[in-house]
């Protein structure tokens, strides 16, 4: 689904509303990946610990990520990244509704 890619699972907690958990993950992406447009079925609240990279979410301006940079994500929007020539590492919280995929390839 995500290529070059690999994933830790620090927690996955019921909440903070019934139907929904929050999953906490750090992610590495390898130099010059490619994440394909994807969404999520919740929120996505992502840190970058390091490496860069470029954010396109639909209908809004591509976003250049920096080391130390956050990013939202809201519900359903449509998005993909393009890492830079350096992997990539960031942690993502998301509240998603329970039971659902946390990643849907678009």
Known sequence: MLPEFHSRFFSK???PVPGYETVIV???IG???TVQRHTHPGIESTYLI???G???IDGQPKLSLKVGEAFQ??????????????KAKVCSTLVVEKGKPL????
């Open 73 to 86: 994500v809201p519900p359903g929007l449509v998005h993909g990244v393009q890492i830079g020539d350096r």
């Open 50 to 52: 390091e490496g860069e």
């Open 103 to 106: 990643v849907l390839p678009v």
């Open 54 to 56: 470029e954010l396109s």
């Open 13 to 15: 907690t019921d909440g």
């Open 26 to 28: 750090e992610i590495e």
């Open 31 to 33: 130099p010059g990946t």
